[in-house]
């Protein structure tokens, strides 16, 4: 199995490192893979001038799998907008056609009280968000800003066609079958004709799924009932847009968005894997940012791309394990626990293993 492993910018390098540590101590115990790095993002951009460059890409489309850090920070906003190293992140979304994003939000019973929601609100909670990925406002035309009868105007568009929502309502649907049999769309079809449409492929598609329960809920609702009860989702399945801000909210229901991993999957589920965070720049280089988030997401390249469901339990089972023995970074660090650093608890997680 290759794997591209791009650390990015930011507390990107720190934590993709930790990650790789884990898939090397595996590979000293059998699996066989190898990685190769190259540059997406910020550091693209300094060295190439591009934020997804030319090597990068076929180093990316030659892989089985993508391990990605985080991109982006302050320094690189000043730039060109197609220069920005966020449009590196869109790029090989593109490029790889990974139009489904998974993001389990799991609550681990030792992160309970990190949570911001009372315990009993959250404890047992385990959602996965099905997101859209290569669609939508972000990367619907025309866009831009222009100047029209003397003011600035800016523009995007909001577009799906109906097999771009029935593909991802698939990934939804067969999901819920592996899990509690209930996906729950979420969308805006009451003021946006785009999600009018999102709503009837949904209902379309769940035709061919009678053992999964279908339900709908308009997006700033979801966003209410993900603080209010999250407990009652199973599967959330929505667009690009929606789906970036509530995968967002449903992260801090775990603790930290330093927990969260995610898988963004091609129709063969060849894939691209990073945490759900950012580069933090106001922490990189420090040593203090939380690994497991990414250790994580190489459980679930594991598992997806590489269909190996034991190494993939191995790993997250030795997160479970670091986590009850109180070892905690400062973002979900309490009262009782051991704090640690990003090289210490990936120490203690290859340990584990």
């Known amino acids: 199995m290759k794997i591209c492993v ?14 790789v540590r884990v898939l090397e101590a595996l590979r000293s115990d059998g699996l066989k893979v190898e990685m190769e790095n190259a540059l997406l993002g910020g550091c693209a951009v300094d060295a190439t001038g591009e934020p997804y460059p030319e090597e990068t890409k076929k180093l990316a ?5 993508v391990l990605l850090g985080a991109v982006g920070g302050p320094k690189w906003d ?22 489904a994003n998974l993001r389990p939000a799991m609550l681990y019973p030792e992160l309970a009280n990190a949570s911001s929601l009372k315990p009993e609100v959250v404890s047992g909670l385990d959602i996965l968000i099905v997101r859209e990925l290569t669609g939508d406002i972000y990367f619907g035309e025309p866009r831009g800003i222009t100047t029209e009868d003397g003011k600035r105007v800016g523009r995007n568009t909001m577009i799906y066609n109906e097999d771009e929502i029935r593909r991802i309502g698939h990934v939804a649907f067969k999901s819920a079958q592996k899990r509690n049999k209930k996906v729950c769309s979420v969308d805006k079809m009451n ?13 379309e598609v769940a035709k061919e799924y009678p053992d999964v329960e279908l339900s709908h809920m308009l997006v700033d609702n979801a966003a209410m009932q993900l603080v209010r009860a999250p407990k009652q989702f199973d599967v959330m399945v929505t667009g690009n847009m929606f789906g970036d801000i509530l995968s967002d909210e449903a992260s801090m229901l ?13 129709q063969n589920n060849k894939g691209m894997y990073e945490p759900c965070h950012g580069s933090a720049p106001d922490i990189a280089g420090k040593g203090v940012a939380n690994p497991l988030a990414t250790i994580l997401s190489v459980a679930m390249l594991l598992r997806y791309s590489g269909a190996n469901e034991a190494a993939a339990v191995r790993v997250e089972d030795a997160v479970k ?24 608890m990936g120490d203690a997680v290859i340990a584990a293993l």
Not at 333 to 340: D, F, L, T
């Open 78 to 99: 000043v730039l060109p907008r197609p220069q920005r190293p966020e449009r590196g992140l869109l790029g090989i979304r593109k490029d790889l056609n990974l139009f």
């Open 191 to 203: 003021v946006l004709e785009t999600t009018q449409l999102w709503r009837d492929v949904m209902i």
């Open 321 to 344: 394990k670091v986590l009850a023995q109180g070892l905690r970074t400062g973002d979900i660090w309490e009262e009782g626990c051991k704090r640690v650093g990003t090289r210490e």
């Open 254 to 266: 775990t603790g930290s968005i330093g927990m969260l991993p995610s898988a963004s999957l091609d």
């Open 61 to 65: 489309r030659a892989s089985d799998a």
């Open 6 to 19: 791009l650390p990015g910018d930011g507390i990107g390098i720190e934590i993709t490192a930790e990650a």
